[in-house]
């Protein structure tokens, strides 16, 4: 989060450089700025894990995916939008 609130990385720069999904780099910040440090104590370790093993799934199903010579699906060309369950606004 530093990255993206102190030296003015985009969140989809600060998710690529650290290999997570850009929506989970949007929810930390969003949750940063409405809570503090602590919303990074709230399920961080669990999110992050599921983040960690989603990704590496991915990864090894296109790699087999590729060994087979069939075409993976192609990541979508833009991010869904994401529904807010609290005003960010302050």
């Given at each position: ?6 030296d ?8 690529g450089?650290?290999g ?8 930390w ?19 992050y ?6 990704f ?15 075409p ?19």
């Amino acid at each position: 989060m530093q990255r993206v609130i102190v030296d003015g990385w985009t969140t989809r720069e600060a998710a690529g450089a650290f290999g997570l999904d850009e929506r989970l780099v949007v929810r930390w910040v969003a949750a940063y700025r409405r809570c503090g440090m602590a919303s990074l104590r709230e399920d961080a370790s669990g999110l992050y894990l599921r983040q960690r093993l989603a990704f590496y799934f991915r990864t090894i199903c296109r790699g087999v995916a590729q060994w087979l010579g069939t075409p993976s699906a192609a990541p979508p060309a833009t991010l869904s939008p994401l529904r807010r369950s609290h005003d960010d606004r302050r």
